[in-house]
């Protein structure tokens, strides 16, 4: 068999394809020098406690949580573009790719390509800036729990304060009102024999969920210039008299 690209003379995989083979992604600077940008995938369904079956298409959230803590670590890397093609998934793997999401010192953008749906929703609007594709959508639904239910008011009350972490956090990180999402969440008949809402590209922005319409190009210029005034802020202002 031919040898593949990124394969070399011997036919064996090199580094780069094989973290592209195990995680779906890379780092931008390996395939374009000159950049300082870290893209970050969120795609499939979002693995938490339990390991899915193989032929599920997984984000892993261990795989995912080191990768952030790294990111801030790397003095070379000044900004992450996160890219979601995602179904959701795991509830409180999500909320914490979240929160370490929101809490990186640089700068930060997401894009939803395709869908960001059910808890992928907290993922996208964690970042400092969000786009989403015209045709890209995003489902916003109750919590559900899957397997034995037991029937009882505190597991009633557990879910609900599941939801409300939720809720809490979308609504602190977008322009979205409690009561809108809320509104999305519990909307009765727009999804089939379920509960919740489907928006779709310029929806999400009108509901404040996302801050703008966009493509990958649009995204990584507002990166680059978020990254620029990061570096201004940090040199602080010239001393006066100061001729640069």
């Known amino acids: 068999m031919p040898n593949q690209p990124g394969d070399d003379q011997q036919g064996r995989m090199s580094p780069l394809m094989e973290k592209i083979q195990q995680l779906g992604q890379t780092t931008v600077p390996q395939m374009t020098p000159d950049s300082s940008i870290h893209c970050l995938t969120i795609i499939g369904q979002v693995e938490g ?12 959230y261990e795989h995912v949580i080191p990768q952030i803590v790294a990111i801030e670590q790397n003095p070379n890397i000044e900004g992450l573009l996160v890219i979601l093609n995602t ?4 509830v409180e793997a999500g909320l914490a790719i979240s929160e370490m999401l929101a809490s990186l010192s640089k700068p930060t953008v997401s894009i939803v390509l395709g869908g960001g749906h059910s808890i992928g929703v907290p993922i996208a609007v964690s ?12 489902t916003i639904h109750p919590i559900r729990l899957t397997g034995l239910v037991i029937g009882v ?23 979205v009102s409690e009561d809108r999402f809320k509104e999305l969440m519990f909307a009765v008949g727009n999804l089939t024999r379920d509960i919740g809402t489907n928006v779709v590209g310029t929806d999400a922005v009108q509901s404040g969920l996302i801050d703008e319409v966009g493509g990958v190009g649009e995204a990584i210029k507002k990166l680059y210039e978020m990254i620029d005034q990061n570096r201004a802020n940090a040199q602080g202002p010239h001393p006066e008299g100061f001729v640069q």
Request: hydrophobic letters at 30%; charged letters at 20%; one cysteine or more.
């Open 87 to 90: 179904v959701g998934g795991d």
């Open 127 to 138: 970042c400092d800036y969000s786009f989403i594709a015209e045709t890209a959508t995003m």
């Open 153 to 175: 008011p505190q597991t009633f009350e557990y879910l609900d304060k599941m939801q409300d972490r939720v809720v809490n956090f979308v609504t602190k990180h977008s322009n």
């Open 49 to 60: 406690h339990m390991q899915l079956p193989p032929q599920n298409k997984t984000t892993k």
